[in-house]
């Protein structure tokens, strides 16, 4: 079982340029979520999606744009990368929003 | 204030010492979730909660709704249960998990 797969696991972005965070998740979960997580911080909501071709914006999503084509996929993209995105990403998914979550391994990013 | 509050922040423990982390929530929630981050990052989902106790291993969570309070306890501690672990809620309005601070937790042996 595979859960939920990121790539890259580490990346490091130049001021300005664009990258996509992939997440794939193989359990037919609906739910699906992209959480950034600053040094000694707790995880922020950046945008979620309850099913294919739905999505919605979380607590900070400025600078991020994401896409939900199909159930298994939910790329995160960043356009026009500044260091305040340097963080840790995790990707997660649940079969509804009730249910326990798995969380993909993480994304390190940092803009420099 | 936070919506979710644990307590305490930071602990230590000998090794075999019995674990209590808190977690008192003051929105109305669909389910309690407690997760363990390792000290490598990963995140796990332990317990998903929206009434009474469960049970893994060592692990138990119990939740008492009319009071908005959690526990987990980790019996016959050990150095590898050392990592943060962290109270989230889900909240009846939305899908969002409102997260805890986390208790770091450090088990020596």
């Known amino acids: 079982n595979a859960g939920v797969t990121q790539t890259p696991k580490f990346r490091i972005l130049k001021i300005g340029q664009s990258m996509t965070l992939q997440c794939t998740q193989d359990?037919?979960?609906?739910?699906m979520y992209w959480y950034r997580q600053d040094p000694g911080m707790g995880l922020k909501l950046i945008y979620y999606s309850v099913g294919a071709g739905i999505t919605d914006k979380g607590e900070v999503p400025n600078g991020y744009n994401v896409s939900r084509s199909t159930t298994e996929d939910f790329p995160l993209r960043l356009e026009l990368a500044a260091p305040s995105q340097t963080s840790v990403y995790f990707c997660?998914?649940?079969?509804?929003?009730?249910?326990?979550?798995?969380f993909g391994s993480g994304t390190r990013l940092t803009v420099v | 204030k936070n919506e979710v509050e644990q307590s305490p922040q930071n602990l230590t423990a000998q090794e075999g010492e019995f674990i209590t982390i808190n977690c008192s929530y003051s929105v109305g929630i669909s389910a309690l979730h407690w997760l363990q981050q390792h000290p490598g990052g990963g995140i796990v989902s332990l317990f998903m909660?929206?009434?009474?106790?469960k049970k893994h291993g060592r692990l138990i969570a119990t939740i008492n709704i009319q009071e908005k309070h959690s526990s987990l306890h980790i019996t016959a501690s050990h150095p590898r249960d050392s990592a943060v672990y962290i109270c989230?809620?889900?909240?009846?309005?939305?899908?969002?998990?409102?997260w805890g601070a986390g208790t770091k937790l450090i088990i020596k042996p």
């Open positions: 359990m037919n979960h609906n739910y």
């Open positions: 997660a998914s649940s079969s509804t929003n009730r249910d326990g979550y798995t």
């Open positions: 909660l929206s009434s009474g106790k």
């Open positions: 989230a809620v889900s909240k009846d309005s939305n899908y969002q998990l409102i």
